[in-house]
């Protein structure tokens, strides 16, 4: 089983809407939580730390499940430039290797 | 621009051939990393630099690799005799310290690709 898994999609949405995904991690040592977003062959980008408590950047909110080790991301109000490769990461306690997800490939229409 | 950069950007090789990328992260960077992206796939680990130590290599970094960071400035990542499989983004990341409360920040990559 591969340590961070993610819905690939691709999620197609209007402008406008609201999507949201997952992410499931295997390693219950798993400590911090990251959504990285990566545009069409360019490096990925921190898009923002999951925090437990859940936490708000924006148009974007990331919530954590630690009991069934799950992370989410929602968009709300979705913008062309959301169009992006969403990639889960954690990283495991004492540790310093992101580990990543596939990725979540996100598609925002006029 | 202060951002993470590699070198080159691409490369096209033939199988068989020595290849070697560099990486010069964020100048007060002191921990760099090396990660590997197929087609499809999130980014892999490959190793890890503390300054000029290379303290954790990845069972991905077949012996026909090697990184170096001999000053603890640039890093070079070298594949010998490379194979289709090798073919990859190659990308670099640096971080001032090590731990989830520390970003890594990426460069642009490498993408090689083996004939």
């Known amino acids: 089983r591969k340590e961070v898994e993610q819905d690939p999609g691709p999620f197609n949405v209007p402008e406008g809407a609201t999507v949201a995904f997952n992410c499931t991690y295997s390693n219950s040592a798993s400590q911090s939580f990251f959504w990285y977003r990566q545009d069409c062959r360019k490096e990925p980008k921190l898009l923002m730390s999951?925090?437990?408590s859940g936490n708000e950047d924006g148009r974007f909110t990331a919530q954590l499940n630690r009991a069934s080790q799950y992370i989410s991301l929602l968009i709300r109000d979705s913008k062309l430039s959301d169009s992006a490769t969403y990639l889960c990461v954690v990283i495991k306690i004492n540790d310093y290797k992101l580990s990543f997800g596939a990725g979540t490939t996100v598609t925002v229409r006029a | 621009d202060t951002g993470v950069s590699q070198d080159p950007r691409h490369k096209i090789t033939k199988r068989g051939q020595n290849v070697t990328f560099r990486c010069d992260p964020i100048?007060?960077?002191?921990?760099l990393y090396w990660y590997r992206q197929t087609l499809g796939q999130g980014p892999e680990f490959l190793t890890y630099?503390?300054?000029?130590?290379?303290?954790?290599k990845s069972r991905l970094l077949s012996d026909r690799f090697s990184a170096e960071r001999p000053k603890g400035s640039f890093s070079t990542l070298e594949i010998q005799r490379t194979e289709q499989g090798d073919s990859a983004m190659y990308l670099c990341?640096?971080?001032?310290?090590?731990?989830?409360?520390?970003?890594?920040?990426f460069g642009p990559g490498t993408r090689l690709t083996v004939t």
């Open positions: 990341a640096s971080s001032l310290g090590s731990g989830g409360e520390y970003e890594q920040y």
């Open positions: 630099f503390q300054n000029e130590a290379q303290l954790e």
């Open positions: 999951v925090y437990s």
């Open positions: 100048s007060e960077h002191n921990r």
